[in-house]
């Protein structure tokens, strides 16, 4: 004879269980959607590069990483990489920074100006360099004095003849730029981390 009881209990018991483990796993589900959140918006964002605007710094179809954290709470610097966000395209853009809040930059005679004076550009590759002034006759086309305001940032891409930047967009604001630095980890053979420091 069957004990009614026992089995009454046993139904209960599993039902609790299986109301404890489904709990648990939404659990689980909604801390990993919290932690792909604060990862992405506060420490890091995965990146694809599209486009040859950063070649041969950066390469079409690489995959990597950029430092969220650093763009918004640390201090941005001439020459660092970053990525900035074009909300009427909705896209995002690799680029340089070349002109820092109250500079005003300019090009002539295929020479980058800030506040009046040449710059040097250590990170720009001279061998792909001398090729395009070879093609082209220059590799950086002259353009007027551009003056930035507070929180302004003139950017543009190391491939200048193939770049759309601050040249024809203008200065960027500070809140558009999403990430600093790069990481790029595949493919395998080119992983490494984009130099800001010169």
């Known amino acids: 004879m069957k004990d009614h009881n ?12 299986i109301k404890k483990e489904l709990l648990s796993l939404v659990k689980i589900f909604v801390i990993c959607l919290v932690s792909v959140y ?25 995959l990597g990483l950029t430092n969220v954290f650093a763009a ?11 990525i900035v966000n074009i909300p009427d395209r909705d896209e995002y853009w690799v680029k340089r920074i070349i002109g820092m809040p109250g500079d005003t930059v300019a090009a002539k005679d295929d020479q980058v100006l800030v506040n009046g004076k040449p710059i040097k550009e250590p990170y720009l590759n001279k061998k792909y360099v001398k090729g395009m002034r070879n093609n082209l006759g220059m590799f950086t086309e002259d353009f007027q004095p551009v003056k930035l305001g507070k929180g302004e940032f003139f950017l543009m891409g190391d491939n200048r003849p193939r770049s759309v930047d601050s040249r024809y967009y203008g200065p960027f604001k500070k809140d558009q730029i999403i990430g600093r630095s790069v990481t790029i980890l595949y493919p395998f053979d080119k992983m490494k981390v984009v130099k800001n420091d010169f």
Request: hydrophobic share 35%; proline share 4%; net charge neutral.
């Open 72 to 82: 918004k709470f640390q201090k941005l610097k001439r020459f660092d990489v970053v």
């Open 38 to 62: 604060l990862i992405t918006n506060f420490i890091a964002k995965p990146i694809r590069i599209e486009g040859e605007s950063m070649y041969p710094t950066l390469q079409d179809e690489e």
């Open 6 to 17: 026992h089995v009454k209990k046993d139904n209960e018991s599993m039902d609790n269980r």
